[in-house]
């Protein structure tokens, strides 16, 4: 009888952890998302469509971010769309289309 109890308990710890470390990742994608629309300070034209040109900490920085939303599952299913950095239109589908 003690056992199925704390099962339940065990799996009800299980799945509040897996919700608090979902949350934590969906934060840390939002935080990482603003560090990008801010852009760096001397370079106010670098989008963080390619890799930086100039020797600038911030830029490599960025672009660091950047990849880390392109390589993410968790920025794709909140719906981030990679930037290609052609003209145009963004080619790339949408999962939701």
């Known amino acids: ?4 109890k704390q099962r339940k308990i065990d799996n009800l710890t299980e799945a509040i952890a897996n919700m608090e470390f979902a949350l934590v990742e969906n934060i840390t994608i939002a935080q990482i998302a603003i560090f990008i629309m801010e852009g760096c300070i001397k370079h106010p034209s670098y989008r963080v469509v390619r890799k930086p040109t100039a020797d600038c900490e911030d830029c490599r920085k960025l ?7 392109d390589k ?7 719906g981030y769309v990679s930037r290609t950095g052609k003209r145009g239109p963004n080619k ?6």
Do not use: H, I, P, Q
């Open 1 to 4: 009888m003690f056992g199925s």
């Open 63 to 69: 672009f660091k971010a950047r990849d880390l939303l």
């Open 92 to 97: 790339t589908k949408v999962s939701g289309e």
């Open 72 to 78: 993410s599952n968790t920025a794709k299913t909140l």
